[in-house]
């Protein structure tokens, strides 16, 4: 570079520098008092972290703490800034999220696309008890010493008791001790498709390279790989070569290996080697804990006779604890912001309610199609407009909470779909609720309409 190149160049950056200015602290306060209050299923105590960095051009710079933050801001937070962005500053300005901490190696998906881990998901919001104390232990010791604690380490527990949770927090820990650590996380059914896929396409090759060249392995829900034989070959030679060069396995499921219907023997054998850890049900000290600990995490004032009532009424999984969060949130909202414990046996009442006023199928159909205005075969059809799969989803989503069928027998009900359809259409809803009030008060205002029916 010549000397006025160089010259240019400071002089480019010095002018840069100038016209950028820091935004100052009483704006962001309100920036961030905004967003908190026009949306609270979306506060995150770890807000707290979130620093404005510059303010030039009408851009405003919010650095986040870590990778998970960031990918959860630009999906979910861009919109809700924005907004209160400009109305703290009277102008048309924009935020944007970086994170000076972005990993070199980091944690992919099947399509090698950096996987958005949720930032709920760290040891730190984990609550341990007498029924997760030893596999939450496991995970830490793994994530310290991949490849050497214990390997292949297999989690194993029913729905919504903390699996994904746990092995999500192995792959934040992982990266924040290995910056350049390369971890492969994905669930039992990506893993199939893409099997399937590169079967299709000749791809094999590249398959195979993308699944032994990782320093930790994530599969989380390997029973899915039950009666699938040809993909449990190609599993078990990927399990060989990632065990013999020393990379970490880590695999969830609902049931320990040997209960995994038609799952090869060898495969059962190996799932054995390290070590396998059982996660139960919370016990009721351990489920006021973990409501306590939710609570906080969305900044949520619940009184402790609330707790305590919704830890005895729901014993079985704590996402249920989490949706009785997110329902109460949602009923405390339209009740002008206060919880209390009324309200909750309002909200949680018809868990209770005798055999013979369960809600049925039909009338959650009826609530749903009357609601979003759409045909009963629209619900079971295959139109895949969101005019009707939203409505679909919400209906799956309610069915399964309030009825006892199976996601199988579900998917039957919504023109037989397979198990997984459903489950994606029950998560895609538990997402949007925690994120987005609209639909957070929708859900509500057909709960309402149901448990009043
Ligand atoms: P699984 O994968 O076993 O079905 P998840 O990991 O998805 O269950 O957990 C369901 C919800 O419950 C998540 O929101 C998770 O954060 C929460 N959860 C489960 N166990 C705990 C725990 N011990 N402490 C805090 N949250 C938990
Ligand atoms: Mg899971």
């Not at 799932?271 to 973990?290: H, M, S």
Request: proline content about 5%; glycine content about 6%; overall charge neutral.
């Amino acid at each position: 570079m010549s000397t006025t190149q160089t010259t240019l160049a400071r002089e480019t950056k010095l002018r840069a520098a100038e016209s950028a200015t820091t935004l100052d602290p009483a704006t962001w306060d309100r920036i961030l008092q905004t967003v908190r209050s026009a949306h609270p299923g979306l506060n995150r105590l770890w807000f707290d972290q979130l620093a404005p960095r510059s303010f030039s051009n009408g851009v405003i710079q919010i650095a986040t703490l870590t990778p998970a933050q960031l990918s959860f801001c630009q999906s979910q937070c861009q919109q809700p800034f924005t907004e209160a962005a400009q109305a703290a500053t009277g102008r048309l300005v924009a935020v944007s999220f970086l994170c000076d901490n972005l990993p070199t190696g980091g944690v992919f998906n099947e399509g090698d696309q950096p996987h958005p881990l949720n930032p709920d998901y760290m040891f730190e919001h984990f609550v341990t008890g007498p029924c997760n104390r030893l596999p939450q232990a496991a995970c830490v010791a793994v994530a310290e010493q991949p490849g050497k604690a214990y390997n292949p380490l297999f989690i194993h527990g029913g729905v919504g008791l903390g699996k994904t949770h746990l092995l999500q927090a192995v792959c934040q820990k992982v990266l924040e001790r290995q910056r350049n650590a390369r971890i492969l996380y994905l669930t039992c059914d990506s893993f199939i498709n893409q099997f399937m896929n590169a079967i299709e396409n000749n791809e094999m090759s590249q398959f195979r390279h993308r699944y032994r060249h990782v320093d930790v392995l994530v599969i989380d829900d390997i029973h899915f790989l039950a009666k699938r034989d040809r993909t449990q070959e190609e599993f078990f030679h990927t399990f060989n070569t990632l065990y013999q060069n020393h990379k970490q396995i880590i695999l969830s499921a609902d049931c320990p290996p040997g209960e995994i219907p038609e799952l090869e023997e060898r495969l059962v054998s190996r799932f054995n080697w390290g070590l396998v850890a059982r996660i139960d049900k919370p016990c009721y000290e351990t489920r006021v804990a973990i409501l306590q600990k939710k609570a906080r995490i969305r900044q949520l004032v619940l009184p402790d006779d609330v707790i305590c009532y919704v830890a005895q009424k729901i014993e079985s999984n704590t996402r249920e604890l989490e949706g009785a969060i997110t329902k109460l949130q949602g009923m405390g909202m339209l009740n002008g912001g206060k919880i209390d414990l009324e309200l909750a046996k309002a909200a949680l009442g018809e868990t209770e309610a005798p055999e013979q006023q369960r809600i049925t199928i039909q009338q959650i159909f009826d609530v749903v199609t009357k609601y979003y205005n759409v045909r009963p075969s629209d619900l079971q059809g295959k139109k895949r407009h969101k005019s009707t799969t939203f409505p679909r989803q919400v209906c799956m989503f309610l069915a399964r909470r309030y009825t006892r069928y199976s996601l199988e027998e579900l998917g039957g009900y919504f023109g037989g779909r397979d198990h997984t359809t459903v489950m994606h259409g029950i998560r895609s809803i538990e997402k949007d609720i925690r994120v987005d009030r609209e639909v957070q008060n929708q859900v509500a205002q057909l709960e309402i309409q149901l448990s009043g029916r």
